[in-house]
């Protein structure tokens, strides 16, 4: 949560299901978080698939209303995507995230 709001002060973070896909199709995208209490669920199925194919890390947090206030939104937020920027001063933190994601899915 804390790299979701870093990545808001550096214009780093896409909000919503369709920024989310759209960053994923144009290759930008370096993890996308989901959140797991969305209704109707099937709003977000093609993202996990997607990310796959993209080989783009995820994760689902638990509510949308968190995710929400972790993205600077008064509103629930269901996706987000933290993009790439070259020279961004978010790298290390980004891999080191991408990282430990990998370590949980193993």
């Known amino acids: 949560m804390n ?4 990545a808001l002060n550096y214009n780093q973070l896409r909000k919503g299901a369709n ?3 759209k960053t994923l199709n144009r290759g930008l995208a370096d993890i996308v978080v989901l959140a797991g209490d969305t209704e109707p669920i099937e709003i977000l ?3 996990p698939l997607l990310c796959e194919d993209k080989n783009v890390p995820y994760v689902f947090v638990r509510s949308k209303q968190a995710l929400g206030r ?6 629930p937020i269901v996706a987000c995507s933290v993009t790439t920027n070259e020279g961004s001063q978010l790298k290390s933190q980004i891999t ?3 990282q430990e994601i990998e370590r949980l899915l193993v």
């Open 3 to 6: 790299l979701l709001q870093q």
């Open 19 to 21: 920024e989310a896909t």
């Open 45 to 47: 199925l093609h993202l």
């Open 70 to 75: 972790a993205c600077g939104v008064s509103r």
């Open 96 to 98: 080191s995230i991408q």
